[in-house]
């Protein structure tokens, strides 16, 4: 009887187990699935002409405007959503750590983390597309701004959490040390606990980075593309998720090609500043252990 | 006047612009912060005004009806509102025992060598953006479910007496199934990731006396550690539902992109991201109003959903950079 409990008892565990490790090997297997796929159909269609053609040339040209519109939206972006991220989370870190208001916008910044991007695209089309096409008559409707504008909402909540974070881990005898010396408190923050955290505070923006250049919802109604090469920030603009976008939808296999060799790049851009954002974040920890 | 006095006066003015750069870098800090509060408030409040025409010209009518006709400027939501559900349904479905089984491997079954490099590798998961979701859905994923998966759930699942419906019709590949079959991969790291965190949180102690009683790896799991920490998954569950609920460029090229309401989970459909992705540039007026109100109603539901995961998930410790 009780040999029989026990054989059950481990049959069941033993199924557990094997299913676990086959729930893990699922997810793998769909992670160099999807890899596989990006990386070898992108090879094929990487050339010298990806680099130096513009896609009005369609299956005969390349993702150069792209490419550019995608650095200089994404460095626009970055530029907005950095300073505004860090002072933020300095101010939750410095000055409301224990207080309502402190604790509702960590809170209501994790939800941000998470908002549907497309809404955020909407919400931008609404504030900065539509009153800027009233006050111009029309000369400017999409534009590269309201993109990087888009996109900086989605890094944004990222910076906040890690600087918030970051400032909080620095020993508070450092605090105690610079204010005894008479230092006033913003230099205190600006000069010596973020230069503490700096290597953090770093991680958190090259993370937004990684996240906001992958994202493609937020701007198909806000820069919405240009098959032509653009480099002032009101006009339309084209960029490397929304070019593919496009691509993907087209029935010619040729622009697929192309699609997946961008796929490619972004992937690339992408994997490159997580591993990036890890060795500047692993070697901030041990300099300061 | 004396030698002292001076560096006093001095002091004082010194004293005074200290005080007066604090209070500016206090506000200037605060203002920051409070630029979050208004990111989320002005989302809500910008989609509620575009979509007003819609919202409440129509009102309950706009969400009811299942009818999406931009040629006679009438406009039902209940199609992409039932395929947003359906495909987060399944991808719920099929994300939580897989991010189970991946968290119980991680913390209780793994050598311990192999946890941090298969740890991330699941997190890379989280990182891949979702274009590329969508393209691999698209061009590789929707032809393997047309030749595979769909031919044998029609012949098998799809002749049983009630849940059959479900499983009936044309080998396609594009559908709501394979829409939430992406939406599950994409998810499955934040599930994961959430209760990998909230299992390592359970004492020892705790697990030790159940090992020490007899009890079997499956047994500690649960009996002891699902107990232990069941808000703070129920929380991952939720956060892993709100991602889904909102995802674009993934579904919208597996979905089809079709405003009929079918049975069927193999058959083609539409969500509200979806919709807003295909239409929105040729979109105008009352068509326009339509779908910024279908992102109203997307961020709403959205909102509710991470407000009850955060909640959940608040005991939790936070750590760097994830969502």
């Known amino acids: 009887m009780s040999t029989r409990i026990h054989r059950r008892r481990h049959a069941k565990n033993i199924a557990a187990q094997v299913l676990a490790s086959a729930a893990t090997l699922l997810a793998l297997a769909f992670l160099v699935w999807i890899l596989w796929e990006t990386i070898s159909r992108g090879l094929q269609a990487i050339g010298i002409s990806l680099f130096t053609k513009i896609t009005a040339y369609a299956d005969q040209g390349g993702l150069a405007n792209a490419i550019v519109g995608s650095a200089i939206i994404d460095a626009m972006a970055i530029a907005l959503s950095a300073p505004i991220g860090v002072m933020a989370g300095a101010y939750l870190a410095e000055y409301a750590r224990s207080t309502r208001l402190g604790a509702t916008i960590r809170f209501l910044n994790d939800i941000l983390l998470s908002a549907p991007s497309i809404v955020l695209g909407l919400f931008v089309y609404v504030i900065v597309v539509l009153p800027m096409t009233a006050a111009t008559n029309g000369t400017t409707t999409f534009s590269a701004l309201a993109g990087s504008i888009a996109l900086a909402l989605i890094g944004l909540p990222v910076i906040v959490r890690t600087t918030d974070e970051m400032l909080q881990l620095v020993p508070s005898t450092l605090r105690e040390a610079a204010l005894s010396l008479g230092i006033p408190q913003w230099k205190l923050t600006v000069q010596v606990l973020m230069r503490a955290a700096g290597s953090g505070i770093l991680t958190?923006?090259?993370?937004?980075?990684?996240?906001?250049?992958?994202?493609?919802?937020?701007l198909l109604f806000t820069a919405f593309g240009n098959n032509y090469m653009a480099f002032g920030p009101l006009e339309k603009m084209a960029s490397l998720p929304a070019a593919i976008y496009q691509y993907t939808n087209d029935p010619n296999?040729?622009?697929?090609?192309?699609?997946?060799?961008?796929?490619?790049?972004?992937?690339?851009?992408?994997?490159?500043?997580?591993?990036?954002?890890?060795?500047?974040?692993?070697?901030?920890?041990t300099s300061h252990d | 006047m004396s030698v002292a006095s001076v560096t006093l006066d001095s002091n004082r003015g010194r004293d005074r612009t200290d005080a007066r750069n604090d209070a500016l870098f206090r506000w200037a800090l605060r203002f920051c912060a409070l630029l979050v509060l208004a990111a989320l408030l002005g989302a809500a409040l910008s989609t509620l005004w575009g979509g007003r025409e819609v919202l409440f010209g129509d009102g309950w009518r706009f969400l009811t009806s299942a009818q999406w006709n931009p040629v006679e400027n009438r406009y039902g939501a209940w199609a992409p509102i039932y395929g947003t559900l359906v495909t987060s349904l399944i991808a719920i479905v099929i994300a939580v025992p897989l991010s189970f089984g991946i968290a119980l491997f991680l913390t209780e079954i793994a050598p311990a060598w192999l946890r941090a490099p298969i740890g991330t590798g699941i997190e890379l998961l989280a990182a891949i953006p979702s274009i590329i979701y969508g393209m691999?859905?698209?061009?590789?994923?929707?032809?393997?479910?047309?030749?595979?998966?769909?031919?044998?759930?029609?012949?098998?699942?799809?002749?049983l007496p009630w849940i059959g419906t479900l499983f009936q019709g044309p080998p396609l590949g594009l559908g709501l199934l394979t829409a939430g079959i992406v939406l599950a991969v994409m998810i499955v790291p934040f599930i994961s990731s959430v209760m990998r965190e909230v299992f390592q949180t359970v004492p020892v102690r705790l697990k030790e006396s159940a090992y020490a009683l007899g009890s079997t790896t499956w047994e500690v799991a649960w009996d002891i550690v699902l107990p232990y920490t069941r808000q703070a998954v129920i929380g991952g569950i939720f956060l892993g539902l709100g991602r889904a609920l909102g995802e674009t460029m993934a579904v919208t090229f597996v979905l089809g992109n079709a405003y009929g309401l079918t049975a069927s989970l193999l058959m083609p459909g539409t969500s509200i991201?979806?919709?807003?992705?295909?239409?929105?540039?040729?979109a105008a007026g009352l068509h326009r109003s339509a779908l910024i109100a279908l992102g109203f109603l997307l961020f709403v539901v959205t909102f509710i959903v991470l407000l009850i995961a955060r909640w959940m998930l608040r005991s939790l410790q936070r750590k760097a950079g994830k969502a």
């Not at chain 1, 997946?260 to 500043?273: K, S």
């Not at chain 2, 691999?136 to 002749?159: T, Y």
């Open chain 2, 136 to 159: 691999w859905g698209l061009f590789v994923f929707v032809p393997f479910m047309a030749a595979h998966v769909d031919p044998l759930l029609d012949a098998s699942l799809g002749r």
């Open chain 1, 204 to 218: 958190g923006v090259l993370l937004a980075l990684a996240r906001l250049s992958g994202e493609t919802a937020p």
């Open chain 2, 273 to 282: 991201s979806s919709s807003i992705a295909n239409e929105f540039n040729e």
């Open chain 1, 253 to 285: 296999p040729a622009l697929h090609a192309i699609a997946w060799a961008g796929a490619l790049l972004i992937a690339l851009f992408v994997l490159a500043l997580s591993l990036l954002a890890r060795t500047v974040f692993a070697r901030g920890k």
